[in-house]
């Protein structure tokens, strides 16, 4: 059996919401449940300036004609998604009998905690904490967090190198508070 990951279905652009309802009933009348997990139009809200200077909340969707799935693929599930009213394939899938290609981690993240799926994980040392750095070239030394950055996920750590401190400007997975 197949792992468990999420894949890109093709579908009539404007229709994503009409062919996620049109699968979520398919699952439920077929009873996929354990097969198909979780089926995502990705929207966004974004602020648009009327002509009288109003701003106006407006939801878009980034990825027009593409809807998400949370599936395990077996030939019933590819079979059942792809006969689906309003979808017209998988992407990454060549035809004449080629399984889809499922969405690696590093791509599918950023589309989860936009849509509110996922939080990040809060960075857990605060100012004057002594982390370990855990990766690039201060790599095993100790160090105290001088700064942190929330929006670019950096903090800078004061290493002591050769009886001097000096800054080093990493990344909150290069670190490991103590």
């Not at 035809?95 to 857990?124: D, H, R, T, W, Y």
Request: hydrophobic share 40%; charged share 30%.
């Amino acid at each position: 059996m197949s792992e468990r990951a999420w894949y890109v279905v093709q579908t009539y652009s404007g229709l994503e919401n009409a062919a996620k309802r049109n699968i979520e009933n398919r699952v439920e009348s077929m009873n996929m449940q354990d097969f198909i997990f979780n089926v995502l139009v990705p929207e966004e809200k974004v602020y648009e300036r009327k002509k009288n200077g109003e701003l106006k909340e407006v939801v878009i969707k980034p990825f027009p004609g593409y809807v998400f799935i949370d599936m395990i693929v077996t030939d019933e599930t590819w079979f059942m998604v792809r006969n689906t009213p309003m979808v017209t394939g998988f992407l990454g899938s060549s035809g004449g009998g080629a399984k889809p290609v499922p969405l690696l981690e590093e791509e599918i993240q950023p589309i989860l905690k936009k849509c509110g799926l996922i939080s990040e994980k809060k960075f857990e040392a605060e100012i004057g904490d002594e982390v370990k750095i855990v990766a690039g070239a201060f790599a095993g030394q100790t160090g105290k967090i001088d700064q942190i950055d929330h929006q670019k996920k950096t903090v800078r750590v004061l290493v002591d190198f050769f009886g001097r401190l000096t800054p080093a400007e990493l990344e909150f997975n290069e670190v490991k508070p103590l």
